[in-house]
């Protein structure tokens, strides 16, 4: 199944991650192969009017990253700095801000979120590099939201293309793959962000599939001149 958009509601929340650094906890039931995380105050959860659609990243007290996709034309808001569903600091988006260079969004809060936060990176992995993807994306095909949030270990396979036509990072699951809901979640290289999920090809099922994230480097003049991080 290709999945053009792994934009999630409640009913459509994706991913599959597994164990992968440190904070992360031994996987307590498989989920399209993937573990919990017990640790990650920079976890940003996206609702449209109240309703969970995706991950995303704090990357100040006042921005968060997700995807373009992920924004709204109406109320949005985000939970900040709790691996648990529906848990975390409240906080209504203010502003909305899409990449000109591909499936990247900022969200600026209206009030501060958490006190730590992800670092931008502007590399670009390698073929071949291990990295870690996050979301709170859906467990098996059909079924609801990750209750928390979850990590996998992806392995680089090369360069494509985003939603909207951007450079991003191709990779193939090795212990765990992103599904419905992981949609804006980051990818991890050495601890730092490079990439945002977009799209993906799986069945819901496939701890092996494939995705695509934008790639960070791509819009990180942008994110520096929108936010000043």
């Not at 969200?107 to 073929?127: D, E, F, K, N, Q």
């Not at 994306?137 to 992806?154: E, M």
């Not at 985003?162 to 601890?191: C, F, K, L, T, V």
Request: hydrophobic share 35%; with cysteine; aromatic share 6%.
């Amino acid at each position: 199944m290709r999945i053009s958009k792994l934009i999630g509601t409640v009913a459509s929340v994706a991913a599959a991650l597994s164990i992968a650094g440190a904070g992360v906890a031994q996987a307590q039931t498989d989920i399209i192969g993937g573990g919990t995380v017990s640790s990650a105050p920079w976890g940003a959860q996206i609702y449209w009017a109240g309703s969970f659609n995706c991950s995303g990243t704090s990357i100040a007290p006042t921005w968060v990253l997700t995807a373009r996709h992920c924004v709204s034309s109406g109320a949005m808001s985000v939970k900040v700095g709790n691996v648990n569903l529906g848990q975390g600091i409240n906080a209504t988006v203010a502003q909305k801000y899409t990449s000109p260079n591909g499936d990247i969004a900022l969200l600026r809060l209206s009030t501060a979120a958490g006190s730590s936060h992800v670092t931008l990176s502007s590399a670009i992995p390698a073929v071949g590099a291990t990295n870690q993807i996050y979301g709170w994306g859906r467990t098996l095909n059909n079924n609801p939201p990750s209750p928390i949030l979850k990590t996998a270990n992806v392995r680089v396979t090369g360069t494509s293309t985003d939603a909207y036509g951007g450079p991003a990072i191709r990779s193939q699951g090795i212990n765990g793959a992103a599904w419905h809901g992981d949609s804006g979640g980051p990818e991890m290289q050495n601890g730092q962000q490079v990439g945002v999920c977009s799209t993906g090809s799986n069945s819901g099922s496939n701890p092996q599939g494939t995705q695509n994230y934008a790639r960070v480097a791509a819009s990180r003049a942008w994110i520096k001149t929108t936010s000043g991080v």
